[in-house]
């Protein structure tokens, strides 16, 4: 019996208890005129409540193991689905389209023009 959780209130209480079989116990030899064996006596004291703690809350074993067993239900459902195929479409080889240093000028010239008027305005 282990009795380091109980309080010292409890200790003596458990002391004086002893004592009155001790001496129930006497008056009874007397009575009968022999000595009985003395009998182990156990003591069943019961477990102090536990304190709430605070922090995470406690579930139990049964609870435990069907959160583990849908989670890993919601795995299993993630890594089961099927790809689709995917469509790679060919690209034609056609040759890119160069622009003709005409062209080029032409459109320096129309930027250098909007800039211009930009400045001009504001």
Known sequence: MNITP???DQLREAADLQEQIQGLREQLNQLLGGELPAAPVTVEVPEPAAEPTKGRKKFTAQTRAKMAAAQKARW???TVKVARPIEVKERSEKPKKKASPALLQALAMARKAR???VRAAG
């Open 6 to 8: 109980l309080s010292p």
């Open 76 to 78: 299993a459902a993630k």
């Open 115 to 117: 800039w211009a008027k």
